[in-house]
């Protein structure tokens, strides 16, 4: 019974994505067909040929592999080393510096689009790849997770390895960073994955075809009259495989979310 | 080299300080400056003008701005009690670590981690008009086609139904969380009471939920009324303004209009509504936990 219901609802929700994907594959001929076929009665690569032929899909690849790759490398630095100070300084003021970091968790990109455009401008970044990856690599969501696991990480280490002799600088190198790769890991594959997915700062930012990001191209794709189904429909195929590599690979890491109760070293 | 000496890296603080950089230029200013545009007109190519409380005095007056914020009400308060029902049963249904749960709640997951340009791409193609699976079923049921998202009522609700299957899965993780924290001992003692079922998942499970349930109705409100990429692929706001929620009229105000300053005060405006409903709703649970209902 329960099994049941559960199959039931898990084919509800895949039908979206088993539809998209089959269709793909159609001649146009066939996705315009009345009744329509479940699967492609002929198997067809159109769709695919065309996108690699008449769009420039490997330079969008390129870019947001790009931006991707570089604002994760930069984000991981910036999380683990925020989350090490917050959780281990001694400065003053400590909790106010935490507490504002908690309150931008409401702040998302939609919301402050308008400044956040202004400040991207001020700064020469406007339609250029940088103006993608600087403005996004500090997330207060995955800065959030980097001060609570590193709370819990146990003072004696950092202790007895100052008594050894060590500096901070070899403290964090020596000690910190190893015991945070259970964070740093699930920080990379997060921030990859919200980098490659994001929409709202790659239409604020980029006006030129050679700078889009896969999605900007798909969406953009859509708008545009005569573009055949099929190649839409291959985009998107080609647009969710990376992420779904990453995620059946990671997917414990991602069904614990970036809660701190999850992640331990 | 003294580095190692200054007080910065003996308290640590100097670790923090790459990180608060881009916080600050990234997060901080922009809401500062989000704040002061909201007091000038600006359209990019001329000097900005200072023009007082005019952008705010407009938009009371502005009745599609109106009309978006309500669009955003009615988007969310149709979207969340949705998300929360089903992402509870999906919760309960596979709260279990055993293989089949743990199978199958990558399928309910998955959604989430689609990027939404694409989901709305997909949901458009099966809900359209002549070509749709939705529709082919429905007329080979005898019925006639249906407008998903051409007529103005029904848009909303279709743009809704997309949200809900992003969400769901992920705020069913939140309740398998919750669920499992739960002692076996509470529903022993109940059944020795002799309680049925429904009642132990209505007396037991649901008020011990309760902080599970704060989350997942303050994130999925959150996520909710800030959405516009889901509107923006399948209606770009239409048909008229039946879809345009708040985020999307302060954008095309923003970059179809270039009214920079404008679209400023709406973006604030949309803040502070979303800040009062996460707070109203924190403290109408805080409440009825406080209140003894468990």
């Known amino acids: 019974m329960r099994k049941t219901i559960v199959i039931i609802l898990a084919v509800l929700f895949m039908i979206p994505v088993f539809w998209t994907v089959t269709s793909s594959f159609k001649s146009m001929s066939e996705i315009y067909k009345y009744p329509p076929t479940i699967f492609p009665k002929k198997i067809s690569f159109e769709g695919y040929i065309n996108i690699f032929k008449q769009s420039n899909f490997m330079r969008y690849l390129y870019n947001t592999l790009f931006v991707a790759i570089i604002s ?75 001060i609570q696991y590193m709370k819990d ?81 291959a985009f998107s195929v080609m647009s969710i495989i990376p992420t779904l590599i990453i995620f059946l690979l990671f997917q414990n890491l991602f069904m614990k979310g970036l809660s701190a109760g999850g992640l331990k070293y | 080299m003294y580095l190692k000496e200054l007080k910065i890296v003996k308290n640590r603080f100097i670790f923090t300080i790459p990180a608060f950089v881009f916080h600050f230029l990234f997060y901080i200013l922009p809401i500062i400056l989000m704040i002061v545009l909201s007091f000038f007109s600006w359209d990019l190519l001329s000097p900005m003008k200072y023009v007082g409380l005019r952008n705010f005095s407009q938009l009371m007056k502005d009745k599609w701005f109106w009309n978006s914020i309500i669009v955003s009400f009615k988007y969310t308060f149709l979207a969340v009690p949705i998300i929360f029902v089903v992402s509870l049963i999906l919760g309960v249904l596979l709260q279990e670590e055993d293989r089949f749960s743990k199978i199958m709640r990558v399928f309910f997951y998955w959604p989430y981690m689609i990027p939404m340009v694409a989901a709305g791409t997909m949901w458009k193609w099966l809900f359209s008009r002549n070509f749709g699976l939705v529709n082919y079923i429905i007329t080979s049921m005898g019925f006639k086609p249906v407008d998903w998202l051409d007529n103005p009522t029904l848009a909303l609700f279709t743009i809704v139904l997309v949200q809900v299957w992003v969400l769901a899965g992920f705020m069913m993780m939140l309740f398998i969380v919750g669920l499992q924290a739960i002692p076996e001992e509470f529903y022993e003692a109940a059944s020795i009471d002799g309680a049925t079922k429904f009642q132990k998942f209505w007396y037991i499970t649901l008020p011990l939920l309760k902080n599970t349930n704060i989350s997942v109705i303050t994130l999925s409100i959150a996520n909710c009324f800030r959405n516009f990429t889901i509107a923006y692929i399948m209606t770009t706001g239409g048909p008229g303004y039946a879809t345009t929620v708040a985020p999307l009229y302060v954008y095309q105000k923003a970059f179809t209009d270039f009214r920079l300053g404008y679209a400023s005060a709406g973006s604030l405006i949309v803040l502070l509504i979303s800040f009062v409903i996460a707070y109203t709703v924190r403290k109408v649970q805080e409440r009825e936990i406080e209140g003894g209902k468990i």
Request: proline share 5%.
């Open chain 1, 72 to 146: 994760t490398i930069i984000t991981v630095f910036l999380c683990v080393s925020l989350g090490y100070g917050l959780a281990k300084g001694t400065f003053r003021h400590k909790d106010f510096f935490t507490e504002i970091v908690v309150i931008t968790l409401f702040v998302t990109a939609q919301i402050i689009m308008v400044p956040l455009f202004v400040i991207i401008k001020q700064l020469g970044l406007m339609d250029s790849l940088w103006g993608l990856i600087i403005p996004a690599v500090f997330t207060p969501t995955g800065a959030f997770t980097a």
């Open chain 1, 153 to 233: 990480l146990p003072d004696e280490f950092l202790e007895s390895a100052k008594v050894d002799g060590a500096n901070e600088w070899q403290i964090f190198v020596k000690i910190v960073i190893p015991l945070s790769k259970p964070l740093i890991a699930s920080l990379a594959i997060f921030s990859f994955t919200w980098r490659w997915n994001d929409f709202v700062l790659p239409l604020i930012v980029i006006n030129s075809g050679k700078n889009f990001t896969i999605q900007l191209a798909l969406a953009t794709l859509q708008g545009q009259y005569g573009i055949p189904l099929n190649e839409i429909l």
